[in-house]
């Protein structure tokens, strides 16, 4: 860089503090919610609350030990729904996105169109269709009830069918001549050769299915052995006046996974998001 572009250090210095400042404003309620599950209620309560001292593992006691709103069956139901939707994803949106890719089929572009078609559509929209066809299958008060609905994703085929496009079809040729049946190039050539996608979507499906709170709010109406953390977090709100470090610990333990899953998949995320942006 010449001398001409290189910024002095004084506008380097505003910008660092400008930077510093800013982050600090974004991140503060993330930091008050893990700070302030381990304060007792009457730190909290203050105004402005006071962080600094008196910890205590209290608060997470209280929620793990919930009666009324158990978090840890809650936390179990959590992760069924993240897992299985994970894999459901990867799944069904890897066998859609090879049949658009590299099978000869004259609807293929019509086909594309209505699973594009689909992330259009406001999933309000379809909750109770939705609702009223799993409790019509026997599935209304089963765990398989809080996942049925998303099992595929018309984003997750559209991801891996930019990424496949971008695989050299000579390897597909070659492949082919030596004998290589559609599922085994799938899974032991192509699938490989498209890890950035394939991390970016099982990052991004298990956060999805983490985060559901509408569904499962629904579904656990009937059943409170089928609440996930969301649901069961939310129903810690009954004692938000009188223990608020209950409630944010609760947040806490819902947010950790979510935190760690971002913070050592972005990489993944960013390059599986951006592949085939530019040549």
């Not at 498209?194 to 956060?207: K, N, Y």
């Amino acid at each position: 860089m010449s001398k001409l572009n290189r910024p002095s250090a004084a506008t380097s210095t505003l910008t660092y503090v400008w930077l510093a400042v800013a982050a600090v404003v974004l991140l503060f309620p993330v930091l008050l919610t893990l700070v302030g599950g381990f304060l007792p209620s009457s730190a909290l309560l203050r105004q402005p609350p006071d962080l600094i001292g008196g910890y205590t593992l209290d608060s997470y006691l209280d929620a793990i030990r919930q009666v009324a709103v158990p978090l840890f069956p809650a936390f179990l139901n959590s992760l069924f729904v993240g897992v299985t939707i994970m894999v459901a994803h990867l799944v069904t949106s890897a066998l859609a996105a090879y049949a658009l890719v590299f099978l000869r089929t004259p609807l293929k572009t019509p086909l594309f169109l209505l699973i594009l078609a689909t992330i259009m559509v406001p999933y309000e929209a379809i909750v109770v269709p939705n609702s009223l066809f799993v409790r019509s299958l026997g599935f209304g008060d089963s765990r398989f009830s809080l996942v049925l609905p998303f099992l595929a994703s018309g984003f997750g085929v559209f991801l891996l069918r930019q990424a496949f496009r971008q695989f050299p079809g000579e390897l597909k040729d070659a492949a082919t001549i030596d004998g290589c049946g559609h599922l085994r190039f799938l899974f032991t050539i192509l699938l490989p050769g498209c890890r950035p996608a394939i991390a970016a979507l099982t990052v991004w499906s298990f956060l999805q299915g983490w985060n559901m709170y509408f569904w499962p709010l629904i579904v656990s109406t009937t059943n409170d052995s089928l609440n996930t953390l969301q649901t069961a977090v939310f129903a810690l709100r009954s004692n938000e006046s009188a223990a608020p470090g209950l409630l944010l610990a609760g947040i806490t333990i819902t947010l950790v996974p979510t935190l760690l899953l971002v913070v050592f998949g972005q990489r993944w995320l960013v390059r599986g998001f951006t592949a085939g942006a530019v040549k």
